[in-house]
């Protein structure tokens, strides 16, 4: 597929990640439906976009609830005329050991609400989009589509993360599950798993924690989120990678 053949959704594109992928798209020229929860952060992609070849259709979408996800998608088809590309890029981030000690030796437990919003908007999220977009795909035959799920290398476990690694880890098993029940439509389905990345979602962290993860890197530093976007143009356009998640952590031995 050739990027200015494509039509892609892209969820979470006010933050950093998903706004690189949304302006590298544009830029080569492909048709782009930009969604978040974040309506200022559209807003302001739309500004800083307005010079760019291809087009952008921007509109607030909670990937966690169902009429949203209906709503986005079919907007794709009114909008746009079809949808060829579905990026799950919206993610969050809250950590919490399962259980831990505060100062007065009381032993407190994650709450319940903070581990379901992860799993809802990590994992939920992405499976609602995904059906949505197969109900328009399947009809259709056997046509080149692609889902990229944007994981994290803390997928293979982390301290104080169980909840965000469970939720990345299940986002890994559902694009080489995916993977194989829709091949047979010529949909491909590629997970990208990144290491540290300059994003607001970044900036939560203590900078001691951010230091020794760079230092855990070949690279010593964090990714530019732009070096993400061009991971996801390479899988754009070699019809060959399917059903694998990519690691891209500047060489991070996690
Ligand atoms: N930045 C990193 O270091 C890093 C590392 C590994 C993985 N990731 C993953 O990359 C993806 C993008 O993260 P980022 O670093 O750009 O973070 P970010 O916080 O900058 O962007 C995430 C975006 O997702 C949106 N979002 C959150 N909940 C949503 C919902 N329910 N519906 C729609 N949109 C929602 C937010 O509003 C935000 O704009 C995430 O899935 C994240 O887990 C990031």
């Given at each position: ?155 293979k476990g982390n301290s104080g993360q169980s ?35 300059d994003t607001p979602m970044a900036l939560n ?50």
């Amino acid at each position: 597929m050739f990027i200015n053949e494509v039509t892609a959704i892209i969820t979470g594109a006010a933050g950093g990640i998903g706004r690189a992928i949304v302006l590298d798209l544009l830029q080569k020229g492909a048709k782009v439906l930009a969604c978040d929860v974040q309506e200022d952060g559209l807003n302001d992609l739309a500004v800083q976009c307005s010079e760019f070849k291809g087009s952008l259709l921007t509109t607030f979408c909670d990937i966690t609830q169902e009429g949203d996800v209906k709503s986005c998608i079919d907007l794709a088809y009114q909008q746009l005329g079809s949808c060829n590309v579905l990026v799950n890029n919206a993610g969050i981030l809250r950590d919490g050991k399962l259980a831990q000690l505060d100062p007065n030796g009381e032993c407190i437990g994650l709450p319940l609400a903070q581990w379901a919003s992860v799993i809802d908007t990590n994992l939920t999220g992405p499976m609602l989009m995904t059906r949505e977009i197969l109900l328009h795909w399947l009809p259709s035959g056997t046509q080149s589509n692609l889902i990229i799920n944007i994981s994290s290398m803390s997928a293979k476990g982390n301290s104080g993360q169980s909840a965000y690694s469970a939720s990345k880890a299940g986002l890994n098993a559902l694009t080489s599950s995916w993977a194989k029940e829709f091949s047979e439509y010529g949909i491909r389905v590629v997970g990208i798993s990144p290491g540290l990345f300059d994003t607001p979602m970044a900036l939560n962290l203590e900078e001691e924690d951010r230091n020794k993860m760079i230092s855990f890197t070949l690279a010593k530093r964090a990714g530019r989120p732009y070096e993400l976007a061009k991971l996801v143009e390479t899988i754009i356009l070699c019809d060959f990678i399917s059903g694998k998640t990519i690691e891209i952590d500047g060489g991070g031995s996690f």
